[in-house]
């Protein structure tokens, strides 16, 4: 062992010679040949650490004198190179060769996603309310995705969110882990992990196995809004409601709201805003009806309150929902979700 480490030390040494030579006649190139130097014999996969592996095999005495030997080497060529790499000097230019009216480099900026945009549009009015701003795990059991949201194994409103299930069963030989189809699973999560009162907001990246089209897509943003207090009744959802699609669209913006059923709130409902295109006269976004159909919403399932460890009897509250992708698409014009996630530069570089 002491003499493969001391031709090792011999090599290295030649090597670190030959390049002081190289670095007379071509220093712009010292720096990048002397670390591919420095990592072929001092480098965690280099000749040194080879040879160091191979102190395991030995015995103990002659493990241990060859263990000090090698450091010794080890240090001895640490010390080489440091001294060598001092010594390098790349040729810096003079000022006679930089032509100073040439133009300069332009630095090009990034910009935020759009959905990230009004994500954060959305999130600095309920922070300013008081809500919290809370995340979840996109890999979710289906015991919170739906069990837990007043959602049974049979329920019909299954068949409304097309899911992708993981290749995975668990004890009693079922599939329960899935992406995510919502953000509502972080109802229950926050409600187990905060109690009430609780406000917050869950933005995030829900999945579903969607036929992908330019209203379709598999991969897609929600933000969920939960509030639980003592006596929270609907007009205080109403007026979260209004004050959302007045911070959005203008304060012209009017709230329409009509029934609609949700498995986790009772009773349920949809928000519908005033068409910021047309002003509430009609139009082909609006579909001639000079309203947008924005947000889902209603008070909280007892159900639901009580799988969160929350008693329906001493608190209420309201949830709701937002498609981020469709807030977008109408804010901007957008007229196909794929171009979210295409990652094509010229639609990003224009927000």
């Given at each position: 062992?002491?003499?493969?480490l001391e031709q090792l030390k011999k090599e290295a040494i030649g ?337």
């Open positions: 062992m002491k003499i493969k090597k670190l010679d030959d390049f002081l030579a190289l670095v007379e006649k071509t220093p712009q190139e010292a720096q990048e040949k002397f670390r591919e130097l420095e990592q072929q014999f001092l480098g965690r996969k280099g000749k040194l650490a080879i040879l160091l592996k191979d102190l395991k095999d030995l015995g103990e005495d002659v493990r241990k004198e060859s263990g000090e030997f090698a450091n010794n080497i080890k240090k001895d060529l640490e010390g080489r190179f440091g001294e060598v790499f001092a010594k390098i000097k790349i040729a810096e230019p003079t000022d006679a060769s930089i032509d100073v009216t040439l133009p300069g480099t332009k630095k090009e900026l990034g910009s935020l996603h759009p959905v990230t945009i009004i994500q954060k549009e959305i999130e600095d009015l309920f922070s300013s309310i008081g809500f919290m701003i809370l995340d979840g795990p996109e890999l979710e059991s289906d015991y919170f995705n739906f069990e837990a949201l007043n959602v049974a194994p049979h329920h019909p409103a299954r068949d409304m969110q097309d899911t992708f299930y993981l290749d995975k069963k668990n004890e009693n030989g079922e599939y329960d882990l899935l992406m995510r189809t919502q953000t509502s699973p972080m109802q229950v999560r926050a409600m187990k992990k905060y109690g009430a009162p609780l406000r917050a907001i869950i933005p995030g990246r829900c999945f579903r196995s969607e036929a992908t089209d330019s209203r379709h897509e598999h991969t897609f943003y929600q933000l969920e809004g939960i509030m639980i207090d003592k006596k929270i009744n609907f007009s205080h959802m109403k007026g979260i409601m209004d004050l959302v699609g007045k911070r959005l669209y203008g304060e012209d913006t009017g709230l329409k709201m009509r029934p609609k059923f949700y498995p986790f709130v009772e009773p349920g409902s949809n928000g519908e805003y005033t068409c910021f295109l047309c002003g509430g006269k009609g139009c082909r976004v609006c579909k001639n009806t000079g309203w947008l159909e924005i947000v889902g919403c209603g008070l909280i399932h007892p159900e639901v309150l009580l799988a969160g460890g929350i008693d329906p009897e001493e608190y209420s509250g309201f949830a709701f929902g937002f498609g981020l992708n469709r807030l977008v698409m109408l804010k901007y014009g957008i007229d196909d979700i794929r171009l979210f996630n295409g990652g094509d530069i010229r639609f990003l570089e224009q927000f």
